[in-house]
């Protein structure tokens, strides 16, 4: 098992997620994707302006000293969001789960929190269960990812609910 760390995000992590973002598979995974994955200088500025707001929470999550993605908490329409991406290379290992449950509890506290998930990912909703999220509601929209619409379940991480680790999490229904 890696040791799983988090830490602040500094410049020579920015092309790290960049080709995180280049991989086919996961882009339709994500689906809510940049029109344009391939353009780094997009994607730089987009991470110049997130890591300068403040009402944006960033983690680069490390696996065993090594940059494996990123982890953050944002808001939207009043409610604070998380999102993470983990490098397709590292998927399988129990990385993405302890690293949002590390996040949720040491960097984003606020209750209750959101994410969301497109219907078809099944491991983004077995990572959002572990890590105590349940299913709210469904939403749709357009996805650059997939070039179409899809549809998208909202989960929601109430006060009183604590993560919970292992393979014998419930899984998202």
Same mark, same amino acid.
């Given at each position: ?45 987009? =991470? ?27 808001? !939207?329409?009043?409610?604070? *969001?998380?999102?993470? =991406?983990?490098?397709?290379?590292? =998927?399988? +290992?129990?990385? /993405? ?13 606020? +209750? ?7 219907? !078809?990912? /099944?491991?983004?909703? +077995? ?18 990812? +997939?070039?179409? *619409? ?7 991480? *109430?006060? *009183? ?13």
């Amino acid at each position: 098992m890696s040791d799983i760390t988090l830490r602040e995000v500094v410049d020579d992590d920015i092309p790290v997620f960049h080709a995180h973002q280049l991989d086919p598979v996961a882009i339709h995974m994500a689906a809510f994707t940049s029109p344009d994955p391939t353009d780094l200088g997009a994607f730089a500025q987009r =991470w110049a302006r997130h890591l300068a707001d403040p009402d944006i929470a960033t983690r680069t999550v490390l696996a065993d000293g090594v940059v494996v993605g990123h982890v953050a908490s944002y808001v !939207d329409s009043g409610h604070t *969001e998380v999102t993470y =991406w983990i490098g397709s290379d590292h =998927w399988g +290992r129990g990385i /993405a789960t302890r690293a949002l449950q590390e996040f949720i509890v040491q960097v984003t506290t606020t +209750r209750p929190l959101y994410a969301r998930a497109v219907k !078809d990912n /099944a491991g983004s909703l +077995r990572v959002l269960s572990r890590c105590g999220f349940r299913i709210q509601g469904e939403d749709r929209g357009f996805a650059h990812g +997939r070039g179409a *619409e899809v549809e998208e379940y909202v989960l929601v991480l *109430e006060a *009183e609910t604590t993560p919970t680790a292992g393979p014998d999490a419930p899984a998202a229904t």
